[in-house]
Nanobody, 117 residues
Framework: QVQLVESGGGSVQAGGSLRLSCLASRSTSNLYAVGWYRQAPGKQREMVAIDTSGQDTDYADSVKGRFSISRDNGKNVIYLQMNNLKPEDTAVYYC???????????WGQGTQVTVSS
């Protein structure tokens, strides 16, 4: 099992930047896959970023070129750097992890990101 705690959310004007952090209760280097998804009220979850084995990354088309996922294995933290934020990025952002390829997904409590125009 892994426990995840997100932080770094807040309110920002369009065009601004935020860096979300996700503190993991175990070594992030041993997590097969980590990522971030977001959910706005009344909408389905949207996968934002995925980092597999700390090497292969994938991003939703809506954030590609603006968001970047990374791991700091020394601090057991998963980051989501968000640049050039848009109002449509407003959502609660959750980090998640998968310890092994066949392991269940785990996720945190989320952190609110609000982007105003």
């Amino acid at each position: 099992q892994v426990q995840l705690v997100e932080s770094g959310g807040g309110s920002v004007q369009a065009g601004g930047s935020l860096r979300l952090s996700c503190l993991a209760s175990r070594s992030t280097s041993n997590l097969y896959a980590v990522g971030w998804y977001r959910q706005a009220p009344g909408k389905q979850r949207e996968m934002v970023a995925i980092d597999t084995s700390g090497q292969d990354t994938d991003y939703a088309d809506s954030v590609k070129g603006r968001f970047s996922i990374s791991r700091d294995n020394g601090k057991n933290v998963i980051y989501l750097q968000m640049n050039n934020l848009k109002p449509e990025d407003t959502a609660v952002y959750y980090c998640w992890s998968r310890a092994l390829k066949l392991s269940p997904y785990r996720w945190g409590q989320g952190t609110q990101v609000t982007v105003s125009s």
